[in-house]
């Protein structure tokens, strides 16, 4: 073999190494694990400025009571902020979460259990199919994406 051949083979180990996905840590899936804990945490006791600090700055969501994103969060603060006002408690249960994460995305799927206490009104109990994309900004997962879908009574 000439040095030429060496040479395209070793070039091309090496691109094939440059460009391939890195592994995730098992650190990035524990923090991943550490920042949906904050997540489900701050939903449940209505705290509007713990939960901002996890959206990113281009988050979009697609809630389960609405055909329509909200885009960006300013749309997300005002419809929580609404929520937070109108409920006397918001209890949202993960069932089995499943982390994933590929370099710096991260992505947590699996089903929910949401019980609002509306102020003025019965328990509402919505049972969820859930999707969040995460991305680390400045070493830190911040929500960019997520989409929650109802499960209809019987399925």
Do not use: C
């Amino acid at each position: 073999m000439g040095l030429g051949y060496k040479a395209v083979v070793l070039s091309g180990v090496l691109t094939a190494l440059l460009f391939a996905p890195l592994p995730a840590r098992s650190d990035d899936v524990a923090d991943l694990k550490t920042a949906f804990e904050q997540l489900v945490k701050a939903l449940n006791s209505r705290d509007l400025n713990a939960l901002s600090a996890l959206w990113h700055e281009q988050i979009t969501t697609f809630q389960p009571n609405s055909p329509f994103p909200l885009d960006g969060p300013a749309m997300q603060r005002r419809v929580f902020q609404s929520l937070f006002e109108n409920a006397e408690s918001i209890t949202a249960i993960p069932i089995n979460p499943q982390f994933r994460v590929v370099n710096n995305t991260g992505m947590v799927w699996g089903y929910f259990t949401l019980i609002i206490k509306p102020k003025d009104g019965p328990v509402q109990t919505s049972f969820l199919r859930s999707t969040f994309i995460w991305t680390k900004a400045d070493g830190k997962w911040v929500e960019l994406a997520v989409h929650h879908s109802r499960i209809p009574a019987g399925d």
